[in-house]
């Protein structure tokens, strides 16, 4: 059993399962797309790591990569989480993780950073991510 925080973001079988629950929600992605998880630990680290969701041609999969800043970071999208929402949510594995999401980001418990514009998410598939997680957008949509 995973039980520390640590532990528990290195647990890459635990957030496989999460995806596969759901991989409906990334069906309209392209490959290559990919949501990051970054410990708010991490954040401030001159290096650290993060945990990625990328899209493979036929699923999405848990990777893990360095984060030496936002302006060296590849993913799309990036949630930066502390230890406590972190085992939170490797905890809901069983159940709906991404409503968790959508209610850590509503509540301020996950910051969000969106790294690319929107037309560029909709046009890598991310409408349903977006739609799921409840991410607020502004603007017109196209």
Known sequence: MVSTADEMFLDTEGWQAILDRRQEI?????????????????????????????????????????????????????????????????????????????EQIRNGNVLLYVMKTLDELLDLGYEELIEVLKIPVLGACR
Not at 38 to 57: C, E, H, I, Y
Not at 64 to 71: A, I, L, N
Not at 72 to 92: A, F, G, I, P
């Open 26 to 102: 990334f069906t309209d992605m392209l490959p290559g797309a990919s949501l990051g998880i970054l410990p708010k630990k991490n954040f401030d680290s001159p290096v650290g790591t993060m945990l990625t969701w990328v899209r493979q041609a036929d699923r999405m999969e848990v990777a893990y990569q360095s984060f030496t800043g936002f302006e060296n970071t590849s993913v799309d999208l990036l949630m930066v989480v502390d230890d406590e929402t972190l085992e939170y949510l490797h905890s809901q594995a069983q159940d709906n993780a991404f409503n968790e999401m959508k």
